[in-house]
């Protein structure tokens, strides 16, 4: 992540590898004329930096704009299976990020973890629940 003080930005850079995998890119969401709208990010999918030595990476940055969000989370969490055998997928976290505007990031993050348990029950955990998320507080 980088921070350009004197333009006012904030650009998250994810490194992708040029080998498609099934990891989810970040979802994003603006503040702003565009608020309410939660858009997934394609491109910033892979695997995990240094897993592979002869692992070629491409590079793909983000503006995030005042208020903007943005939610990084692995496959385990989109993945999520309920007690019906059901997946949890990607709309309950944009509908959960249009909802929590007024949250913290960490907040946010809490927020989501305990949506995906609710979501899964006693259905035993699959995978991991990993998420991180980013809010831009300054202009």
Same mark, same amino acid.
């Given at each position: 992540?980088?921070?350009?003080? *004197?333009?006012?930005?904030?650009?998250?850079?994810?490194?992708?590898?040029?080998?498609?995998?099934?990891?989810?890119?970040?979802?994003?969401?603006?503040?702003?004329?565009?608020?309410?709208?939660?858009?997934?990010?394609?491109?910033?999918?892979?695997?995990?930096?240094?897993? +592979?030595?002869?692992?070629? +990476?491409?590079?793909?940055?983000?503006?995030?704009?005042?208020?903007?969000?943005?939610?990084?989370?692995?496959?385990?969490?989109?993945?999520?299976?309920?007690? *019906?055998?059901?997946?949890?997928?990607?709309?309950?976290?944009?509908?959960?990020?249009? *909802?929590? *505007?007024?949250?913290?990031?960490?907040?946010?993050?809490?927020?989501?973890?305990?949506?995906?348990?609710? +979501?899964?029950?006693?259905?035993?955990?699959?995978?991991?629940?990993?998420?991180?998320?980013?809010?831009?507080?300054?202009?």
């Amino acid at each position: 992540m980088s921070c350009r003080p *004197r333009s006012r930005s904030l650009h998250l850079t994810s490194v992708n590898i040029d080998e498609p995998e099934n990891h989810p890119g970040p979802v994003t969401s603006r503040s702003g004329p565009a608020a309410g709208r939660c858009d997934r990010r394609e491109g910033a999918t892979g695997v995990p930096l240094g897993l +592979f030595a002869s692992a070629r +990476f491409g590079v793909n940055t983000y503006h995030l704009g005042a208020g903007d969000r943005l939610l990084l989370y692995t496959d385990g969490v989109s993945e999520a299976v309920n007690e *019906r055998g059901e997946e949890y997928g990607l709309s309950p976290l944009c509908t959960l990020m249009c *909802r929590s *505007r007024g949250l913290s990031a960490s907040e946010h993050t809490r927020a989501a973890l305990e949506e995906v348990e609710r +979501f899964r029950g006693s259905a035993p955990v699959g995978d991991d629940l990993t998420l991180a998320a980013l809010r831009r507080t300054a202009a």
